[in-house]
């Protein structure tokens, strides 16, 4: 006989606890730190914004979103949006989720949210979901992270939104085409301080070796 066997959910920790450390990142302004160090200069003293009971829009409320949820919603008591494309009757009794919408509520969403995480497939309905007119919506000084697929971003439409300083900034764990080449305007050092680029090592874990390693 022949067993078969999947992994879904296997990754959905590791990827949450991205997210939350990516959401950090810019709500805290380590970005920020990093460019002041790099110049050997001291950062003014300034008020930062707190996560805390902040509004996180999950786009794609599979295994890894409601983890997403579940850590967002009981560590720093946030409001959570999710979308989801086929939503069902026990989405709506998950404790950490206010309010649930399909797709075609994206861009209203998007408009309360203060971090938009990505956790979407890819498919045809998926492919540059976020364009020009979505990231249009999105509030001042919102964050956005990508850990679904890179193939949802219209890339361009992202760096002139990031250009334009109307993001805090974008973690992007995957791209449209990886590894990128040296020459993606990805690279450029206009958006360099607003993006944190991971390519595609959030769900890996590191493991102690065992005896047998060593």
Same mark, same amino acid.
């Given at each position: 006989s022949i067993v078969l066997t999947n992994s879904r959910g296997a990754s959905a920790k590791p990827?949450?606890?991205y997210v939350l450390g990516a959401i950090l990142y810019f709500t805290r302004r380590f970005n920020i730190f990093e460019t002041y160090k790099s110049k050997k200069e001291a950062i003014p003293r300034t008020k930062l914004p707190l996560l805390q009971q902040k509004t996180i829009l999950i786009v794609g409320f599979g295994?890894?979103?409601q !983890?997403?949820?579940r850590i967002l919603k009981t560590a720093f008591q946030c409001r959570i949006l999710a979308i989801k494309r086929n939503i069902q009757s026990q989405d709506k009794l998950d404790n950490?989720?206010?309010?649930?919408?399909?797709? &075609?509520?994206?861009?209203?969403f998007c408009q309360q949210a203060d971090v938009v995480v990505n956790c979407l497939p890819d498919t045809q309905e998926t492919q540059d979901i976020y364009n020009e007119d979505v990231f249009r919506c999105f509030? !001042?000084? &919102?964050?956005f992270v990508n850990i679904g697929r890179g193939s949802a971003v219209d890339e361009l439409a992202l760096i002139e939104v990031l250009k334009a300083k109307?993001?805090?900034g974008a973690a992007l764990d995957v791209t449209k085409n990886e590894p990128l080449q040296k020459s993606s305007p990805l690279f450029d050092q206009d958006v360099s301080q607003q993006l944190l680029l991971s390519f595609h090592t959030s769900c890996l874990l590191y493991t102690s070796p065992s005896p047998r390693d060593s």
């Open positions: 990827l949450a606890e295994l890894v979103g !983890q997403c949820a950490n989720l206010d309010v649930i919408g399909g797709l &075609s509520d994206l861009k209203d509030k !001042q000084d &919102s964050i109307r993001l805090v």
